[in-house]
């Protein structure tokens, strides 16, 4: 028994997507020319596919399970399950206007002509707030629509914002914030449900290793106490004796959002020879 997974066959989500795969010591085999291609190590079996037709290729269990962006999964509206947030390909859907204009709130957008790729988001979103407007459906270039007339506004998929810069748009207000998650089939076999919780296991113990680093220190032994209180680590941080005397070698695991603000105060606490480094799998 294999599962079978959709991943986008080109664009913005492939690459990461088969990284994912590898992180999780996935073999794949390199498959880009093809629909499909398995794995040897695992049983994976991996389709590649355009990312608008992932959630409907899972609700019929053409795939079992899928990697896509939220904003899709959201759009498209099919009876699938999301599973788990990756961490990768994170946008926003945002509402953008001329750089001339006014933008006083999203009342501004009654009555007006609205252009996005996203239209069923869009008009959830315009419901829930009162507000009406016509929304023109279109599927690429959204951003040029404003500049040849087409509509007063856009709801587009944004990252550095440069593409609405340089089409002399800016950006007023966010519909939605989207990155790439895994989503599955409603209906799974238990055999398979299996192996998609085997995958998760990987997944999250690469996700956990991404956000956090290994730090090992050297700490004057008259303020290990004070410098051991600052690390909160896996249980606590392990603290070996160094060669000369009065010091000590302190390691322990910082998370990525924490580490700046934790290392300004070890330092502050006498700590030195700060090493910080990166981990492949946390297991926890
Ligand atoms: O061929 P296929 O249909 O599979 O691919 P696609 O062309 O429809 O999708 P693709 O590869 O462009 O994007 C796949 C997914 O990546 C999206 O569904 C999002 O979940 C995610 N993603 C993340 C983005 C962006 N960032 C993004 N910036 N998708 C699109 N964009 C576009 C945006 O539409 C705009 O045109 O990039 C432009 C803006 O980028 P900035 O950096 O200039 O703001
Ligand atoms: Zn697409």
């Avoid at 794995?39 to 990697?67: H, K, M, T, W």
């Avoid at 979103?125 to 023109?136: D, P, Q, S, W």
Wanted: glycine share 8%.
């Amino acid at each position: 028994m294999k599962l079978k997974i959709a991943i986008q066959k080109s664009g913005r989500l492939h690459d990461d997507s088969v990284k994912l795969l590898k992180d999780c010591g996935i073999d794949v085999k390199n498959g880009m020319n093809k629909l499909k291609t398995e794995s040897d190590n695992f049983p994976l079996e991996i389709y590649f596919l355009r990312d608008d037709d992932i959630p409907q290729y899972v609700e019929d269990a053409v795939a079992d399970i899928g990697i896509v962006g939220e904003n899709v999964v959201f759009e498209k509206q099919k009876k699938v399950t999301e599973v788990e947030q990756l961490g990768f390909g994170k946008c926003r859907l945002s509402v953008a206007v001329s750089r001339n204009e006014q933008y006083t709130g999203v009342e501004y957008l009654q009555g007006k002509r609205i252009a996005t790729s996203y239209p069923v988001i869009l008009e959830d979103f315009l419901k829930a707030r009162g507000v009406t407007a016509e929304i023109h459906e279109i599927s690429g270039s959204v951003e040029i629509a404003p500049g040849i007339g087409l509509a007063d506004a856009i709801v587009d998929l944004v990252s550095s914002g440069s593409t609405l810069f340089m089409n002399g748009l800016k950006e007023v207000d966010t519909v939605l914030k989207s990155q790439a998650v895994l989503i599955r089939n409603n209906e799974l076999a238990p055999e398979k449900l299996a192996i998609l919780e085997k995958l998760l296991f990987r997944i999250r113990s690469v996700k956990k290793a991404k956000n956090n680093k290994y730090v090992l220190l050297n700490a004057p032994n008259d303020r290990l106490q004070e410098i051991i209180g600052l690390l909160p680590g896996m249980k606590s941080p392990t603290v070996l004796p160094l060669a000369e005397s009065g010091w000590s070698s302190v390691h322990s695991v910082l998370s990525e959002n924490e580490f700046w603000d934790i290392i300004e105060k070890l330092k502050d606490a006498g700590a030195q020879g700060i090493l910080v480094v990166p981990i492949e799998k946390m297991i926890v």
